[in-house]
């Protein structure tokens, strides 16, 4: 009898962690594993389209990010714009559908129009979903949501279906998987509402070592679990 107790994951969340120490292990500036850390994201977008995965959401950029020195905000920000050149050019060829996730506050208008423009002309692509969680706060995700419901004017109290749906992608599906690597295992503030049943996977593995393989391995082990919510 098989083992496999889930179908392979629709929705695969990442936090992307361990750039900084990636580099220091190899006594490199931190921006040396950000970039190493863009490749890492590069891989992964292609394993999980390969594996057949349709929504991908990735967290780039917290809220809280900010709050590191401007020196390595500046270089967060310059690798975001590269990227975005980067899947302007590319994300036809892989049939990539780009969405952003996040406030647009502090966020310059170069980058803005960039996210804008990648988003508008992959909307039509029919592979895998590429969710960039980009000064991305899910507290802020939410106080945004409910703001959104109220100024609705509603009629009636608030429910469950009100508040999904005025997320910001409130037609992606709630992942059923979320990795973190680095070895740390707490949320950082990403998709608290979302992953309320979502099965956790940590790995010690730094992002920029992340590839294909990992991700393999976590997805084996989620379609090992037993998931119940709430029931027996
Ligand atoms: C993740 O790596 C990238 C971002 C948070 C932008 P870190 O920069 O957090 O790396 P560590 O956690 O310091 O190793
Ligand atoms: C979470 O990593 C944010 C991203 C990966 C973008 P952090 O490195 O910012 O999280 P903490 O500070 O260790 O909780
Ligand atoms: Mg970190």
Redesign the pocket.
């Known amino acids: 009898m098989s083992d496999l107790l889930n179908p392979p994951p629709q929705h695969v969340a990442i ?3 361990g750039n900084g120490r990636w580099a220091q292990r190899r006594a490199l500036p931190r921006s040396a594993g950000h970039r190493e850390g863009a490749a890492a994201v590069r891989r992964t977008i292609e394993a999980a389209a390969k594996m057949g995965t349709r929504y991908l959401t990735l ?4 809220t ?2 900010w709050s590191r020195p401007p020196e390595e905000t500046d270089t967060l920000m310059d690798l975001l714009e590269k990227t975005l050149d980067e899947y302007q050019q590319n994300a036809d060829k892989q049939d990539l559908r780009i969405l952003i996730s996040g406030s647009r506050d502090k966020l310059n208008a170069r980058i803005l129009a960039k996210m804008d423009r990648l988003v508008r002309s992959t909307a039509q692509n029919k592979g895998l979903t590429v969710n960039l969680a980009l000064n991305y706060g899910a507290r802020q995700e939410l106080v945004a949501a409910v703001n959104r419901w109220l100024a609705t004017r509603p009629a009636q109290p608030c429910t469950l279906q009100d508040l999904a749906a005025h997320l910001y992608q409130p037609q992606l599906p709630d992942p059923e998987l979320l990795i973190r690597t680095s070895g ?1 295992q ?1 949320l ?1 503030n990403f998709l608290l509402w979302q992953c309320a049943y979502s099965e956790l996977y940590f790995t010690p593995v730094l992002w920029p070592d992340f590839n294909g393989q990992e991700l393999q391995k976590a997805v084996l082990d989620y379609r090992r679990r037993q998931r119940r919510f709430g029931g027996i």
Do not use: G, T
């Not at 967290?59 to 917290?62: D, E, K, L």
């Open positions: 936090i992307m962690d967290y780039a950029f917290s809280e990010n740390e707490r950082s």
